[in-house]
């Protein structure tokens, strides 16, 4: 199996955890003293109609993602080109607040593994040019 479709897998399952079965519960990786989502929006001056638009968008990447990963290829590097921008947004939120290296960890990691999956050709078994 090509290494996108475990950096897809990956992203998918760390994003739907983040916004399903953990949404309401304390984390070491929550910005701020926050216990849920919905306190970590607000310490970033978000609303929660900003949350729950912003989880919606998520939750849908990551089942493209999860998807692409499994069976359609095709849609892994545009999920993890819009999954990239959500998470830039999210490591400067983290980094607007002052958080320290914890907190940031998980967004800037998954910034990471999509950036990887859009920006390198081989991971799709494309050829350079």
């Known amino acids: 199996m ?3 479709k475990y950096l ?3 992203v998918s399952l760390v994003v739907l955890s983040a916004w399903s079965f953990r949404l309401n519960q ?18 970033y001056g978000l609303s929660d109609s900003v949350m729950i638009s ?3 968008v998520k939750i849908i990447l990551s089942l ?5 990963g499994l069976k359609f ?25 002052s958080d320290g290296i914890l ?6 990691s998954m910034l990471l ?11 799709l078994g494309e050829k350079r040019s």
Do not use: Q, W
């Open 26 to 43: 304390p984390s070491v990786f929550r910005g701020g003293d926050t216990v849920n989502m919905s306190e970590e929006f607000a310490i």
């Open 8 to 10: 897809s897998l990956l």
């Open 2 to 4: 090509k290494l996108s």
């Open 54 to 56: 912003v989880g919606i």
């Open 113 to 123: 593994c999509c950036l990887l999956i859009v920006f390198n050709p081989k991971f």
């Open 64 to 68: 493209l993602l999860l998807v692409g």
């Open 73 to 97: 290829p095709v849609l892994i590097k545009p999920s993890a080109a819009v999954m990239s921008l959500f998470m830039i947004g999210a490591v400067y939120f983290h980094i607007s607040i």
């Open 103 to 108: 907190p940031t960890l998980p967004s800037a």
